[in-house]
Protein backbone atom coordinates (compact mmCIF):
# COMPACT_ATOMS: atom_id res chain seq x y z
CA UNK A 1 0.00 0.00 0.00
CA UNK A 2 1.39 3.02 -1.23
CA UNK A 3 1.23 6.68 0.22
CA UNK A 4 -1.94 7.85 -1.54
CA UNK A 5 -3.58 4.88 -0.32
CA UNK A 6 -2.61 5.44 3.10
CA UNK A 7 -3.80 8.98 2.86
CA UNK A 8 -7.42 7.94 1.49
CA UNK A 9 -8.05 5.19 4.01
CA UNK A 10 -6.90 7.88 6.98
CA UNK A 11 -9.14 10.68 5.16
CA UNK A 12 -11.94 7.87 5.25
CA UNK A 13 -11.68 6.81 9.02
CA UNK A 14 -11.19 10.01 10.44
CA UNK A 15 -14.07 12.10 8.29
CA UNK A 16 -16.47 9.64 7.05
CA UNK A 17 -16.45 6.33 9.18
CA UNK A 18 -17.47 7.90 12.62
CA UNK A 19 -20.56 8.97 11.07
CA UNK A 20 -21.12 5.25 9.07
CA UNK A 21 -20.06 3.73 12.62
CA UNK A 22 -22.97 5.82 14.59
CA UNK A 23 -25.45 4.92 11.40
CA UNK A 24 -24.65 0.85 12.24
CA UNK A 25 -24.94 1.19 15.85
CA UNK A 26 -28.49 2.98 15.31
CA UNK A 27 -29.92 0.45 12.58
CA UNK A 28 -28.49 -2.33 15.47
CA UNK A 29 -29.90 -0.83 18.26
CA UNK A 30 -26.87 -1.24 19.93
CA UNK A 31 -22.41 -1.08 19.39
CA UNK A 32 -21.09 -4.17 18.47
CA UNK A 33 -17.70 -4.50 18.55
CA UNK A 34 -16.26 -4.05 14.68
CA UNK A 35 -12.88 -5.13 13.06
CA UNK A 36 -12.70 -3.78 10.28
CA UNK A 37 -9.20 -4.75 8.33
CA UNK A 38 -8.25 -1.66 6.66
CA UNK A 39 -5.34 -2.75 5.11
CA UNK A 40 -6.53 -5.79 3.31
CA UNK A 41 -10.13 -3.42 2.30
CA UNK A 42 -7.63 -0.40 1.15
CA UNK A 43 -6.24 -1.98 -2.48
CA UNK A 44 -3.59 -0.75 -4.45
CA UNK A 45 -4.62 2.10 -7.19
CA UNK A 46 -8.14 2.43 -6.62
CA UNK A 47 -7.76 4.97 -3.63
CA UNK A 48 -9.75 7.18 -5.32
CA UNK A 49 -12.93 5.12 -4.85
CA UNK A 50 -12.91 4.35 -1.29
CA UNK A 51 -15.22 7.37 -0.46
CA UNK A 52 -17.32 6.21 -2.74
CA UNK A 53 -17.43 2.43 -2.86
CA UNK A 54 -16.78 1.36 0.50
CA UNK A 55 -19.98 2.60 2.20
CA UNK A 56 -21.94 1.06 -0.37
CA UNK A 57 -19.75 -2.06 -0.60
CA UNK A 58 -19.71 -2.83 3.20
CA UNK A 59 -21.82 -0.44 5.48
CA UNK A 60 -24.65 0.25 3.89
CA UNK A 61 -26.16 -2.88 3.39
CA UNK A 62 -25.11 -3.82 6.99
CA UNK A 63 -27.20 -0.72 8.19
CA UNK A 64 -30.20 -2.31 5.78
CA UNK A 65 -30.07 -5.56 6.85
CA UNK A 66 -30.08 -4.25 10.54
CA UNK A 67 -33.02 -2.11 9.90
CA UNK A 68 -34.50 -4.87 8.20
CA UNK A 69 -33.37 -7.19 11.35
CA UNK A 70 -34.54 -4.56 14.24
CA UNK A 71 -37.66 -3.59 13.00
CA UNK A 72 -39.48 -4.95 16.13
CA UNK A 73 -37.95 -5.42 19.89
CA UNK A 74 -38.32 -9.24 18.99
CA UNK A 75 -35.02 -9.18 16.54
CA UNK A 76 -33.78 -6.24 18.42
CA UNK A 77 -33.60 -8.54 21.34
CA UNK A 78 -32.29 -11.88 19.60
CA UNK A 79 -29.69 -9.51 17.47
CA UNK A 80 -28.69 -8.46 20.68
CA UNK A 81 -28.22 -11.31 22.32
CA UNK A 82 -26.39 -13.52 19.39
CA UNK A 83 -24.32 -10.82 17.62
CA UNK A 84 -21.04 -10.07 19.19
CA UNK A 85 -18.48 -9.03 16.38
CA UNK A 86 -18.49 -7.60 12.81
CA UNK A 87 -15.43 -8.41 10.86
CA UNK A 88 -14.99 -6.44 7.07
CA UNK A 89 -12.45 -7.69 5.10
CA UNK A 90 -11.24 -8.81 1.71
CA UNK A 91 -9.71 -11.96 0.64
CA UNK A 92 -9.04 -10.95 -2.67
CA UNK A 93 -11.11 -13.31 -4.55
CA UNK A 94 -15.32 -12.85 -3.63
CA UNK A 95 -16.96 -10.28 -5.50
CA UNK A 96 -20.44 -11.90 -5.01
CA UNK A 97 -22.84 -10.64 -2.95
CA UNK A 98 -24.31 -14.51 -2.34
CA UNK A 99 -20.99 -15.17 -0.62
CA UNK A 100 -19.49 -12.27 0.67
CA UNK A 101 -21.11 -13.29 4.19
CA UNK A 102 -20.62 -15.35 6.94
CA UNK A 103 -21.95 -15.82 10.35
CA UNK A 104 -21.10 -18.27 12.89
CA UNK A 105 -20.92 -18.01 17.08
CA UNK A 106 -21.47 -14.37 16.99
CA UNK A 107 -19.29 -13.74 14.57
CA UNK A 108 -20.42 -11.91 11.40
CA UNK A 109 -17.65 -11.98 8.56
CA UNK A 110 -18.67 -9.84 5.04
CA UNK A 111 -15.48 -10.67 2.68
CA UNK A 112 -15.88 -8.58 -0.39
CA UNK A 113 -13.43 -6.54 -3.22
CA UNK A 114 -13.97 -3.16 -2.03
CA UNK A 115 -14.28 -1.74 -5.67
CA UNK A 116 -16.16 -4.78 -7.72
CA UNK A 117 -20.28 -4.93 -7.72
CA UNK A 118 -20.71 -1.42 -5.47
CA UNK A 119 -24.49 -0.72 -6.89
CA UNK A 120 -26.94 -2.51 -8.29
CA UNK A 121 -27.84 -6.20 -8.09
CA UNK A 122 -24.00 -6.48 -6.33
CA UNK A 123 -25.64 -4.47 -3.64
CA UNK A 124 -29.32 -6.28 -3.45
CA UNK A 125 -27.35 -9.41 -3.03
CA UNK A 126 -25.24 -8.26 -0.22
CA UNK A 127 -28.33 -7.19 1.65
CA UNK A 128 -29.90 -10.09 1.61
CA UNK A 129 -27.35 -12.15 1.93
CA UNK A 130 -26.48 -10.42 5.57
CA UNK A 131 -30.31 -10.34 6.80
CA UNK A 132 -31.01 -14.82 5.80
CA UNK A 133 -28.06 -15.65 7.58
CA UNK A 134 -28.22 -13.37 10.63
CA UNK A 135 -32.25 -14.44 10.28
CA UNK A 136 -31.39 -17.82 10.03
CA UNK A 137 -29.15 -18.07 12.66
CA UNK A 138 -31.36 -16.09 15.34
Known amino acids: ?3 KEKREKQAFIDN ?6 KT ?10 MDI ?21 YFEPLVEAFTSITQDDMGAEAL ?27 VLTLTHKPTSNVSGSGYAERVKS ?3 NIEDAL
Request: with cysteine; aromatic share 12%; charged share 25%.
Open 1 to 3: MGL
Open 16 to 21: QFPEIQ
Open 24 to 33: IFNAAKFEPE
Open 37 to 57: QWDAIATDGESHLYAEAWPKV
Open 80 to 106: KESLKKIVITNDGNNSNGNKWCQYENG
Open 130 to 132: VTK
